[in-house]
Each structure stands twice: as structure tokens, then as C-alpha cells.
T-cell receptor, first 112, second 112 residues
């Protein structure tokens, strides 16, 4: 079947904005999530958006959702070196019974 | 309150041995999930428990894998006759009913 796709790598300078993109598989997915994984650690829930929303802002994080194109993005404003990690988008398809389907992950590297 | 905890954090075992991985969910969370993270397969769903309902085992890769959840709380994932391809990080998550999932730090399993 289709995969949830993300670009593998993103490199930015400290203070810049980062935009991480995700293409998900099912336009009927009700919730879409962004998780952060630091080296050797589990997954930290960053934010999520309900499918009837186009945008959600939470401090430095902005999530944009384009249901027509099945495109999700995460913008991190004023990126810091502590933001360096792998970021995963995830969806719960309608028939998924709460099973998260994860993207491939984007490794964000923030340089000073 | 305390987050999801998992033990052991690391496990090295010989091929053919059985292993048990433990997960303590967040208190009061009715749902518990197991996922596996490996280099080749990314993050994949294994099994899902919701309250007293029969678990959703659709993600278990073979009959060597099983899981149980006692008293609606602690869960144990058992892998029998381990193989090298079972080497991965096993992640547990819990949630309130139909709510966002919170992950533990994972157990890194290495099969030699």
C-alpha cells in the first residue's frame, strides 16, 4: 500500500525557520500528529491537528494541513540547536482503530 | 504524573532464546499499544489493547510474538525463539480512550 512520506533530511541554521513536510495516505484520516525523537529516546508528542482544521499554532510550532493534497507540514520558528532530532508525522486512518501509521521520519540538523 | 515506563532499557539475547519486554502505561489510560522501530521497516504497529476488549493483534509479524495485559494495566510483549531480524527498538504507548498516544523510552533488543 501507500506509505506516509517525508523527506529524509533537513539542515538549517540556528534562528532560521524549519519546515518539515509530510504526505499522508488517507484523506479521511481524522487526526494527524507530529512526534519528535531525540537520539536514544522514545517519541515525544509535539502537536496534532484535527482534520477539520487548516492550521494550528502552538508557541513556536505551526501545523498546516491541506486535505485535498493530503499534505501536512510542521513549521518551527526560531529553530534552536535543541530542536535537532528526527521528526515523524503520523496518521490514524479511519479503519485504523487507533493504530498510528508513521512516516519515514525527517532528520533535522540545526547548526549554530 | 509519571509517564510510560518500559523495562529493560536494553536487552541482548542469543538467537533462539525467549525474551519478555515490559510496559507500564500512564495511570488511568485504558489503551496500550506496542510498536517496533527498526532500520529497515521504520516504525510499525504490533498490537493494541483497549480496556477489556479483545486485543488487535493484526501487526504481530509472526506467531513467535505474543502480548498480554494484566489487570488492564501492565503489559508484557513476549518473543519466542528470537531471530536476528527481531533486533529493534520496541516502543510502548498508552492513551485515554480515543486520545493521543504517549510513548515510553523503548527497549532496545539485540539478538546475537
Amino acid at each position: 500500500g501507500e506509505d506516509v512520506e517525508q523527506s529524509l533530511f533537513l539542515s538549517v541554521r540556528e534562528g532560521d525557520s524549519s519546515v518539515i513536510n509530510c504526505t499522508y495516505t488517507d484523506s479521511s484520516s481524522t487526526y494527524l500528529y507530529w512526534y519528535k525523537q531525540e537520539p536514544g529516546a522514545g517519541l515525544q508528542l509535539l502537536t496534532y491537528i484535527f482534520s477539520n482544521m487548516d492550521m494550528k499554532q502552538d508557541q513556536r510550532l505551526t501545523v498546516l494541513l491541506n486535505k485535498k493534497d493530503k499534505h501536512l507540514s510542521l513549521r518551527i520558528a526560531d529553530t534552536q540547536t535543541g530542536d535537532s532530532a528526527i521528526y515523524f508525522c503520523a496518521e490514524i486512518p479511519p479503519a485504523g482503530f487507533q493504530k498510528l501509521v508513521f512516516g519515514t521520519g525527517t532528520r533535522l540538523l540545526v547548526s549554530p | 504524573g509519571a509517564g510510560v515506563s518500559q523495562s529493560p532499557s536494553n536487552k541482548v539475547t542469543e538467537k533462539g532464546k525467549d525474551v519478555e519486554l515490559r510496559c507500564d502505561p500512564i495511570s488511568g489510560h485504558t489503551a496500550l499499544y506496542w510498536y517496533r522501530q527498526s532500520l529497515g521497516q521504520g516504525l510499525e504497529f504490533l498490537i493494541y489493547f483497549q480496556g477489556n476488549s479483545a486485543p488487535d493483534k493484526s501487526g504481530l509479524p509472526s506467531d513467535r510474538f505474543s502480548a498480554e495485559r494484566t489487570g488492564g494495566s501492565v503489559s508484557t510483549l513476549t518473543i519466542q525463539r528470537t531471530q536476528q531480524e527481531d533486533s529493534a527498538v520496541y516502543l510502548c504507548a498508552s492513551s485515554s480512550y480515543f486520545s493521543e498516544q504517549y510513548f515510553g523510552p523503548g527497549t532496545r533488543l539485540t539478538v546475537t
